[in-house]
């Protein structure tokens, strides 16, 4: 009964390195989201997929690349990363757009 | 601009109370409506969706609707203090095959 699940929990990165930070979701749901919150700021989506083989941007989707590899999994990658990225990163599925989503722990994310 | 307005609170109320929370949205033509419940430290869980107008109960949670004012609201009666949270209001906005639009969340603080 797994749900959503992102790997890693927790990560430390300094400036410049890269990192794909990892989701899978096991109820075959349609559409997966990636956001990023921070303190104040609310859930602000970075990049998202309606269906598999297909991406868009959200909100806030400078610094980042997303690869929905299969129905399954849906990655977001950090090529150069930035101070600006410290985060919490969530990932989100859902059945279609007008459907609930169902999120993931988070992965919480430092950049030094 | 399509926007989803929530009061940041905190909201307290003492326990056993009920807790009313607010949610306003700029789209008229909007949809689906979700409440989801963020402890701290956590991710957002989902507690109820309303897609029609009126009065829709799960348990001590009350999801009410009015699509002609442009506000969802979440009462939760007889508040515990394990209800102490952060409630954020999510609204699938009628503008096409477009994700979620969540807004920032109301603290609730339910005192002792």
């Known amino acids: 009964n797994a749900g959503v699940t992102q790997t890693p929990k927790f990560q430390v990165l300094k400036t410049g390195q890269s990192m794909t930070l990892q989701c899978a979701q096991d109820?075959?749901?349609?559409?997966m989201y990636w956001y990023r919150q921070d303190p104040g700021m609310g859930l602000r989506l970075i990049y998202y997929?309606?269906?598999?083989?297909?991406?868009d941007k959200g909100e806030v989707p400078n610094g980042y690349n997303v690869s929905r590899l299969n129905k399954r999994e849906f990655s977001l990658r950090l090529e150069s990363a930035a101070p600006s990225q410290t985060s919490v990163y969530f990932c989100?599925?859902?059945?279609?757009?007008?459907?609930?989503?169902?999120f993931g722990d988070g992965t919480r994310l430092s950049i030094l | 601009q399509k926007e989803v307005e929530q009061n940041s609170g905190p909201l307290s109320v003492p326990e056993g109370a009920i807790a009313s929370l607010n949610c306003t949205y700029s789209?008229?033509?909007?949809?689906?409506f979700f409440w989801y419940r963020q402890y701290s430290g956590k991710s957002p869980e989902l507690i109820m969706f309303?897609?029609?107008?009126g009065d829709k109960e799960d348990g001590r949670f009350t999801a009410q609707l009015n699509k002609a004012s442009q506000y969802v609201s979440l009462l939760i009666r007889d508040s515990q203090p394990s209800d102490s949270a952060t409630y954020l209001c999510?609204?699938?906005?009628?503008?096409?095959?477009?994700?979620?639009?969540f807004g920032k969340g109301t603290r609730l603080s339910v005192i002792a």
């Open positions: 989100a599925s859902s059945d279609g757009q007008h459907q609930p989503q169902h």
């Open positions: 109820m075959n749901h349609n559409s």
């Open positions: 997929s309606a269906s598999e083989g297909t991406t």
């Open positions: 789209d008229r033509g909007s949809q689906s």
């Open positions: 309303i897609y029609s107008n």
């Open positions: 999510a609204v699938n906005l009628n503008s096409g095959n477009t994700p979620l639009v």
